[in-house]
């Protein structure tokens, strides 16, 4: 597959205070990600996983070093443009769903699209459109409070990627779920990401997770342990 | 715009919550409109009623007239000025008397005033005397103090002009009632012509009230005091009272916004997650704290339409109907006080209170959610407050 580079990582650091002094979460991390990747942070807890997601998603500013994510410098954003990169490029999909309660499947979904001051008619094509991919066009009314966990998360991934955006960043997206539903959300993120091209990372420690991804990343004590390239085939089909 | 409708979606997605915020807010609207119309209601009704009763369009008194020391009263009486239109002015003549009801005495004031008079709302044509005994009026507080009822004889004594004391039977014509008791209290009221002939002052009056827009013929022996000056007490009284209310106003009005306060902080903490992931998904923090502002904003507008439901009806029927004050009533209160009270809902009040109460509303709405300008977007996802 042939890549051009979207996130560039560049001797980033990330230090966060504690006490008098602070904890150093990476250290100077040298990574690229291209676009249509399929990769994955790997490594266990407090290892800087979910901190290079949020740096690289923008919600977080690197102490040293930078990120360059779809040409744009992290360090240099300021809050406007940030918000303006994850709304425009950057879908999020988090370990515990974050679906906004009060709404419903169609309206958590909608939700992206109207930051985007999109139209009525174009958003309920595109609605209509991620909810078949993630296949809860039948649930689209219910509140998130009467899905199960599988099709909560089934949820959030149609609310990431209904905006197509170039980068889906996944957190412990599997942590929450059983092993078939952690296999039904991976396959279709998987799908995703072959039918748009869109790259996805994730930050994971579920070997569930890590047989689907093509490129693997393991972090240990906020620096790059090994950097792999991963070749095997996954059934995609549910 | 799309704020808007995210914070409609957000209040109607809430349900019982929201509806429960409205239905406390609506509430408090509604107390604070009711309070300020039956406290309008009162003044205007206490205005109305002394002028209708006492004051008319204003009055001359003699000279000497003080109505706070009665030893004024012996010299305070002089000729009516001559030219004065008999339809337009009603001339009282304010003299001491006893009198002895059932073997007590009790000291009033005896007043003459022309039993055919049109300005004022006293009924003095109860005073017509067909040519048997002599015939007063009284109020019913009166009544009730000196336990005299319609048909009554009492024997009344007074001094004539020339300090001589008199006494006869009088008969209680008529009692009447009144919200008024500066014309109740204290007060016997014959017809002038007959209290002229008892005290040989004739053709003399102490104080002539005029009516309406009546223009003030000058005399020497008399002083023109308008409805400014005679009404200064009364609006004295209501200044003050205005004062209260304002503290009251205050007071119901910091309720209903404590309320919306605290909701709104309590929202921040509790949505925590949902501020990151408004975040996460592309909102700007100013964008997430005009959404809780429009939040709190749009409660006090649906609290508004919430209160109006319930609210005008209402209002509506208390207006019309007015409300019994049957402890409160004027019976001792000393002042203008009715025993119904009908409330005035005017345009102001209910516009003013409602755009007022909205404008605070989404200030302490803003207020709170200014906090969320402060938020990490990372530490809001995990639902740390910082």
Same mark, same amino acid.
């Given at each position: 597959?042939?890549?051009?580079?979207?996130?560039s990582l560049?001797?980033?650091?990330?230090?966060?205070?504690?006490?008098d002094g602070?904890?150093?979460?990476?250290?100077?991390?040298?990574?690229?990600?291209?676009k249509?990747?399929?990769?994955g942070?790997v490594?266990?807890?407090?290892s800087?996983k979910?901190?290079m997601?949020?740096?690289?998603?923008?919600?977080?500013?690197?102490?040293?070093?930078d990120?360059?994510?779809m040409g744009?410098?992290?360090s240099a954003l300021?809050?406007k443009?940030?918000?303006?990169?994850?709304?425009?490029?950057?879908?999020?999909i988090?370990?515990?769903?974050?679906?906004?309660?009060v709404?419903?499947?169609?309206?958590n979904?909608?939700?992206a699209?109207?930051?985007?001051?999109?139209?009525e008619s174009a958003?309920k094509?595109?609605?209509?459109e991620?909810?078949?991919w993630?296949?809860?066009?039948?649930?689209?009314?219910s509140?998130?409070?009467q899905?199960?966990g599988?099709?909560?998360q089934?949820?959030?991934i149609a609310?990431a990627?209904?905006?197509r955006?170039?980068?889906?960043?996944?957190?412990?997206?599997?942590?929450?779920?059983d092993?078939?539903?952690?296999?039904n959300?991976?396959?279709?993120m998987k799908?995703?990401?072959?039918e748009?091209?869109?790259?996805?990372?994730?930050?994971t420690h579920?070997?569930?997770v890590?047989?689907?991804?093509?490129?693997?990343?393991?972090?240990?004590?906020?620096r790059?342990?090994?950097?792999?390239?991963?070749s095997?085939?996954?059934?995609?089909?549910? | 715009m799309t704020?808007?409708r995210l914070?409609l979606?957000n209040?109607?997605?809430?349900?019982m919550?929201t509806?429960?915020n409205?239905?406390v807010?609506?509430m408090?609207?509604?107390?604070i409109?009711?309070?300020?119309?039956?406290?309008d209601?009162w003044?205007q009704?206490?205005?109305?009623?002394?002028?209708?009763?006492?004051?008319g369009?204003?009055?001359?008194w003699h000279n000497?007239?003080?109505?706070?020391?009665?030893?004024?009263?012996?010299d305070?009486?002089?000729?009516?000025p001559?030219?004065?239109?008999q339809a337009q002015?009603?001339?009282?003549l304010?003299?001491?008397a006893?009198?002895?009801?059932?073997?007590r005495m009790?000291n009033?004031?005896l007043k003459g005033?022309p039993?055919?008079?049109?300005?004022?709302?006293?009924?003095t044509?109860?005073?017509?005397?067909?040519?048997?005994a002599s015939?007063?009026?009284?109020?019913?507080?009166?009544?009730?103090?000196?336990?005299?009822a319609?048909?009554?004889q009492v024997?009344?004594r007074?001094r004539?002009?020339?300090?001589?004391?008199d006494?006869k039977?009088?008969t209680?014509?008529?009692?009447?009632? $009144?919200?008024?008791?500066?014309?109740?209290?204290g007060q016997i009221?014959?017809?002038f012509?007959e209290?002229?002939?008892? $005290?040989?002052l004739?053709?003399?009056a102490?104080?002539?009230?005029?009516a309406?827009?009546?223009?003030?013929?000058?005399?020497?022996?008399?002083?023109h005091k308008?409805?400014?000056?005679?009404m200064k007490?009364?609006?004295?009284?209501?200044?003050?009272?205005?004062?209260?209310?304002g503290?009251?106003?205050?007071?119901?009005?910091?309720i209903a916004?404590l309320?919306?306060?605290?909701?709104q902080?309590?929202?921040?903490f509790?949505?925590q997650k949902?501020?990151?992931?408004?975040i996460?998904?592309g909102m700007?923090r100013?964008?997430v704290?005009g959404?809780f502002?429009?939040?709190g904003?749009?409660?006090?507008?649906l609290?508004?339409?919430?209160g109006?439901l319930y609210?005008?009806?209402l209002?509506?029927?208390?207006?019309s109907?007015?409300?019994d004050?049957?402890?409160?009533?004027a019976e001792?209160?000393?002042?203008?006080?009715?025993s119904?009270i009908?409330?005035?809902?005017?345009?102001?009040?209910v516009?003013?209170t409602?755009?007022?109460?909205?404008?605070?509303?989404?200030i302490?709405?803003?207020m709170?959610a200014?906090?969320i300008?402060?938020?990490k977007p990372?530490?809001?996802?995990?639902g740390?407050?910082?």
């Amino acid at each position: 597959m042939e890549q051009s580079n979207i996130i560039s990582l560049r001797h980033l650091t990330k230090k966060f205070p504690v006490g008098d002094g602070h904890f150093t979460a990476l250290k100077d991390i040298n990574l690229e990600f291209g676009k249509g990747e399929f990769a994955g942070l790997v490594g266990p807890s407090g290892s800087g996983k979910t901190t290079m997601l949020n740096i690289i998603g923008s919600l977080d500013s690197p102490s040293e070093g930078d990120a360059i994510v779809m040409g744009k410098s992290i360090s240099a954003l300021s809050h406007k443009e940030a918000a303006r990169l994850r709304n425009e490029h950057i879908g999020f999909i988090f370990q515990e769903y974050n679906l906004l309660p009060v709404y419903s499947v169609y309206e958590n979904v909608e939700f992206a699209l109207m930051l985007l001051k999109m139209n009525e008619s174009a958003r309920k094509k595109a609605v209509m459109e991620a909810l078949e991919w993630v296949g809860l066009t039948d649930k689209m009314k219910s509140k998130p409070s009467q899905l199960s966990g599988g099709q909560s998360q089934r949820v959030a991934i149609a609310r990431a990627i209904v905006k197509r955006p170039a980068i889906v960043l996944a957190d412990e997206p599997s942590a929450n779920l059983d092993a078939e539903n952690s296999h039904n959300i991976l396959r279709t993120m998987k799908q995703l990401n072959q039918e748009l091209q869109t790259t996805f990372i994730f930050s994971t420690h579920d070997e569930k997770v890590m047989q689907y991804l093509d490129r693997k990343i393991s972090l240990l004590d906020g620096r790059v342990d090994k950097d792999e390239l991963i070749s095997h085939e996954v059934e995609t089909s549910s | 715009m799309t704020n808007f409708r995210l914070a409609l979606r957000n209040l109607l997605g809430a349900g019982m919550k929201t509806w429960l915020n409205v239905i406390v807010l609506s509430m408090s609207f509604v107390i604070i409109i009711f309070y300020n119309g039956m406290m309008d209601g009162w003044n205007q009704q206490a205005r109305t009623e002394n002028i209708a009763w006492e004051m008319g369009g204003g009055q001359l008194w003699h000279n000497e007239y003080d109505p706070y020391d009665l030893f004024t009263l012996n010299d305070a009486h002089a000729a009516i000025p001559a030219g004065m239109d008999q339809a337009q002015t009603v001339p009282q003549l304010i003299i001491q008397a006893s009198v002895y009801p059932q073997g007590r005495m009790l000291n009033v004031l005896l007043k003459g005033i022309p039993a055919d008079q049109q300005v004022l709302a006293l009924p003095t044509a109860e005073l017509k005397n067909e040519g048997g005994a002599s015939q007063a009026i009284i109020g019913k507080r009166m009544a009730e103090n000196a336990k005299l009822a319609e048909g009554d004889q009492v024997l009344i004594r007074w001094r004539d002009k020339n300090g001589t004391f008199d006494a006869k039977q009088i008969t209680i014509a008529h009692v009447f009632d $009144t919200d008024n008791p500066a014309v109740d209290q204290g007060q016997i009221w014959m017809d002038f012509a007959e209290l002229e002939k008892m $005290t040989g002052l004739e053709n003399e009056a102490t104080l002539i009230t005029l009516a309406e827009g009546y223009e003030v013929p000058e005399d020497e022996n008399f002083v023109h005091k308008g409805l400014g000056v005679l009404m200064k007490d009364m609006d004295d009284i209501i200044a003050s009272k205005k004062g209260s209310m304002g503290i009251v106003y205050v007071m119901l009005m910091g309720i209903a916004l404590l309320a919306i306060f605290d909701t709104q902080v309590l929202s921040i903490f509790r949505r925590q997650k949902e501020i990151g992931t408004y975040i996460a998904l592309g909102m700007t923090r100013s964008r997430v704290v005009g959404l809780f502002t429009i939040e709190g904003g749009a409660v006090s507008l649906l609290a508004a339409g919430v209160g109006a439901l319930y609210g005008i009806p209402l209002f509506a029927y208390l207006a019309s109907n007015g409300i019994d004050i049957p402890t409160a009533s004027a019976e001792g209160a000393g002042i203008t006080m009715a025993s119904k009270i009908y409330p005035v809902y005017g345009f102001g009040l209910v516009i003013g209170t409602t755009l007022l109460v909205v404008i605070a509303a989404t200030i302490v709405s803003y207020m709170p959610a200014r906090k969320i300008a402060r938020l990490k977007p990372t530490e809001a996802l995990k639902g740390k407050l910082q």
